[in-house]
């Protein structure tokens, strides 16, 4: 089993012989049991010398974890802690997969016609000790039943099962939306970006309204960040999944039963597309940095595609106003509601004073491509000294008088009287 594995698993011909001998290879085998309503996972390791020494990771909601080698699991703690053999071997475990979100419906699902959770649900972030330099060459894969297929972010390799990459990591695990079942997909290639959107054959979604409005809208949002994704997988299912939208890498579940674009003008799969594509993440208590630039682009991004005429995307913007006023906090806490709210009126007033001040006619689109590019998580910080490049000065909209709950995460010279 193990040399099976050592040859499927070979190294690409573009990777040396000096890297080759510092690689391990992980190949993750999920197998999903739908009358359970379980998934079972295999991981299984291969490596020529000790090289992964250790992997510790939350219990979270993994059962029955069992395998080779040293495994101790500490409920108290919620960790377990695998030391494998030298030249590797097996951990296995069970995740009961359906998974309630504030109680209107779940984010995690699985029954006899089709499975949609993210490969996070089932495969517990891990940390691990390794030999100095090793790096994981980790795949993906599926055992389905009989008649159902598979979407994931990863492009399925000609060896079958996918090769999972990361250009950052030496230690990568398979992650975002996995759909399974009977299902139908369609492809394009929008804005240099492979394009999936797959959903049940049975579940109504429209696949085809999703490209176009890619269509007219993603050359806008590729326009403003420095790496978009070579993919991005769209998977859509109705209930009883959630009735929204959320992002994982490279990917968005969207319940098909959204509209493309609601009747206030806003977007929930723009605004899914847009974390995907930022691919950012805030300090504590920054969330609404993360929320208001997804929601004040998925507007901006469907006014300059022509999706939404300058008068309906000067309402929508006037009645996120009228929802910013209830807004009692800005910075803190996971952002929603009126806190996005008064996030998006902020930015909307921060990208005028850049137009009115900026000669060269910058806007906030350069503000987020800077942060982007500084590979920094998003802090008010951030946003001030990027914004006050182009205005010359600390901006008005970023008054530490109008953020409310910010006033102990604003720079120094913002917080003085
Ligand atoms: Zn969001």
């Known amino acids: 089993m193990a040399a099976a594995i050592l040859a499927g698993c070979g190294a690409p011909t573009s990777e040396s012989a000096a890297q080759s001998a510092t690689r391990y290879d992980l190949t993750y085998t999920l197998t999903p049991l739908p009358r359970e309503q379980v998934v079972e996972v295999e991981m299984e390791l291969v490596q020529s010398r000790r090289l992964l020494r250790e992997m510790s990771f939350a219990i979270g909601r993994a059962v029955e974890i069992d395998g080779e080698g040293e495994i101790s699991v500490d409920t108290g703690n919620d960790r377990v802690r695998w030391t494998p053999p030298e030249s590797g071997g097996t951990l296995t475990w069970r995740v009961e997969l359906p998974h309630a979100r504030n109680g209107s419906g779940y984010d995690a699902w699985l029954d006899a016609s089709f499975g949609l959770f993210r490969a996070e649900d089932v495969i517990p972030r891990a940390s691990t000790r390794t030999l100095r330099g090793a790096a994981s060459r980790t795949r993906l894969r599926l055992e389905l039943p009989a008649g159902w297929s598979a979407v994931t972010q990863y ?138 630039f997804a929601e004040y682009y998925s507007l901006e991004v469907l006014r300059r595609s022509g999706s939404l005429t300058p008068v309906r995307h000067s309402q929508a913007l006037a009645q996120l106003e009228n929802w910013a006023g209830t807004a009692t906090l800005l910075c803190g806490g996971e952002s929603s509601g009126s806190q996005t709210a008064l996030a998006v009126v902020t930015f909307a007033a921060l990208d005028r004073e850049i137009r009115e001040h900026s000669t060269g006619g910058h806007s906030l689109d350069d503000v987020l491509h800077d942060m982007l590019g500084a590979d920094a998580a998003f802090s008010l910080d951030l946003l001030m000294h990027f914004a006050a490049e182009y205005i010359g000065e600390n901006p008005d909209a970023l008054h530490i008088g109008k953020l409310p709950g910010c006033r102990n995460m604003a720079p120094a010279s913002t917080t003085s009287p």
């Open 155 to 292: 492009q399925r390799s000609s060896r079958g099962g996918y090769r999972v990459r990361s250009d950052e990591r030496r230690f990568v695990q398979p992650s975002g939306w996995i759909l399974l079942g009977d299902l139908g997909v369609r492809r394009d290639d929008i804005a240099g970006i492979r394009v999936a959107v797959a959903a049940p054959a049975d579940h109504d979604a429209r696949r085809i309204d999703m490209l176009a409005l890619l269509n007219w809208t993603l050359p806008e949002i590729v326009r403003l960040v420095p790496e978009p994704p070579p993919r991005l997988t769209i998977v859509a299912a109705g209930d009883p999944m959630w009735r929204g939208g959320l992002s994982a890498p490279s990917s968005i579940f969207v319940h098909s039963g959204r509209p493309l674009i609601s009747e206030n003008g806003t977007s929930t799969l723009l605004h899914e597309v847009m974390h995907v594509l930022m691919s950012a993440r805030a300090e504590p208590g920054h969330d609404w940095l993360l929320e208001g």
